[in-house]
């Protein structure tokens, strides 16, 4: 550090050599850590300030003990941010806001300190300071040793012994009280199974009993797999669920979750920073509120602004959770997220689904946070070896939706409750059977289920 310093303003960017005055005190810049969304933050410290200590003659822990005396601990970094290209929409409601936001105590929350306004509605504000790495670069990071240990037994192991199946004894007489009101055609050729394979893409089978991925579709860096990825999600989205939902039972939203806002320390612990502030700034250049707008159907209309502002933060989970488990894209891509399933084909159909149905353009359609938490303790998050399953685009469909969603309703359940399910489908000639099971399997199809296709014939009972 310099000793001629360098005092000026907070909403001023500086060398790591200045000091920043802020309230009427001197801080010294430690470092720079850029710029984000909503402004310029740098690393800080108050050096009239030093750590809490305890009181002369006393001990926290044994008070009868001696105290040791020793140099006085050093004063405890924080971050100091200045709010750049935004304005309050309001700057008293700006005030009494962060100030309700400042006593907000979660464990995964980055705490607000104190805010400085000025006359012009600029804006610089304390927070604390986590010591680590953003969601992305934390998940993306080389395997540990305890991490390569648990990949090794949770791949070794396996889960397939996990699942329930009902038993069917298929010698039991075959249950005719509504029995399908199609006639089998006497002169009909003796009934065969109907495997259309031409869109079927294999692996090279020497790959799948190796366990490896094929280059092409492994983007990711070899130090952090899928399976890799999905270990360390179990550990951090459960954190990152219990902050939601401690902001919403508050009636809060964070309304600006990205990476930079989640940092994780050296323990695995998720800390959140900068909730609640997005949704009272507008752009500096306009009168008008520039955040991003839900698409809004008759449904979601009826949804009151805050649930509107909650549900973005679930879209915005899912843009986290696309971009955690998707290969990195370039930078002219990196908005896109129209198909998990194109740009990561080993990702289970499980966490496909829930990935599309945050991102849902309608906000009424988005799961709420307790549906997420159940699917993610039930589910099996590991790599998928077999490729997915190539169906092409069904024609448009009329009617019986519900029909569908129903079929489909249940076979989500059936990954939670690892039960196998059988649906039959009866029926007159015509009705449309043929053309929903296509949908459906195409609409499966999309979010990484398998596929098998057959056929089985009312003349020949054999089970396909």
């Known amino acids: 550090m310099s000793n001629n310093t360098l005092t000026q303003s907070a909403s001023e960017p500086c060398a790591s050599s200045e000091t920043i005055v802020f309230r009427q005190r001197e801080l010294r810049v430690l470092q720079s850590l850029g710029q984000d969304s909503i402004g310029y933050a740098w690393l800080v410290i ?160 020497q790959t799948l009993l190796s366990g490896e991925l094929p280059p092409e579709n492994n983007a990711f860096d070899s130090h952090a797999p899928l399976d890799l990825i999905f270990l360390r999600l179990e550990h951090i989205l459960p954190q990152l669920l219990s902050v939601l939902e401690y902001l919403h039972r508050f009636r809060r939203v964070h309304g600006n979750l990205t990476s930079a806002n989640i940092q994780i320390d050296s323990n695995g612990t998720a800390h959140v920073g900068d909730f609640g502030l997005r949704r009272l700034l507008k752009s500096a250049k306009s009168h008008t509120d520039d955040a991003p707008e839900n698409v809004l159907n008759s449904a979601s209309q009826s949804m009151s602004e805050l649930a509107l502002e909650q549900a973005g933060d679930l879209h915005a989970l899912g843009c986290l959770l696309f971009d955690a488990i998707a290969p990195p894209r370039p930078a002219n891509l990196e908005n896109q997220r129209d198909s998990l399933l194109a740009v990561q084909p080993h990702c289970p159909a499980t966490w496909i689904e829930l990935v599309h149905d945050l991102l849902h353009a309608q906000p009424a359609q988005r799961p709420d946070l307790q549906t997420i938490r159940r699917l993610i303790e039930s589910s099996v998050a590991r790599s998928v070896a077999l490729p997915p399953t190539r169906i092409d685009e069904q024609s448009t469909f009329f009617g019986r939706n519900h029909i569908l969603d129903s079929i489909l309703e249940t076979a989500k359940k059936t990954t939670s409750t690892r039960d196998l399910h059988f649906v039959l489908l009866t029926g007159q000639v015509g009705i449309g059977k043929a053309a929903l099971l296509d949908l459906l399997a195409y609409r499966s199809a999309q979010t990484g289920w398998l596929v098998l296709r057959g056929a089985c014939y009312q003349s020949d009972v054999t089970l396909y």
């Open 46 to 205: 108050d050096e009239q300030i030093a750590a809490p200590k305890s009181a002369p003659g006393t001990n926290d822990s044994h008070p009868d003990a001696p105290v040791q005396e020793g140099p006085e601990p050093p004063p405890i970094p924080f971050v100091l941010k200045t709010i750049v290209g935004l304005t309050p929409k309001d700057l008293a409601a700006f005030e009494r806001e962060f100030q309700t936001l400042a006593r907000l105590d979660h464990p995964g929350l980055a705490r607000f300190r104190q805010l400085e306004t000025t006359s012009d509605n600029s804006s610089t504000y304390t927070r604390d300071y986590t010591d680590g790495q953003d969601f992305l670069s934390y998940l993306r990071r080389p395997a540990t040793e305890r991490e390569q240990h648990d990949l090794r037994i949770r791949l070794n192991d396996g889960e397939a012994s996990h699942l329930h199946t009902t038993d069917i004894d298929l010698k039991a007489p075959i249950n005719t009280t509504n029995p399908i009101t199609q006639t089998a055609d006497p002169n009909a050729e003796p009934s065969t199974i109907e495997l259309d394979l031409s869109d079927l893409e294999l692996e090279p089978i």
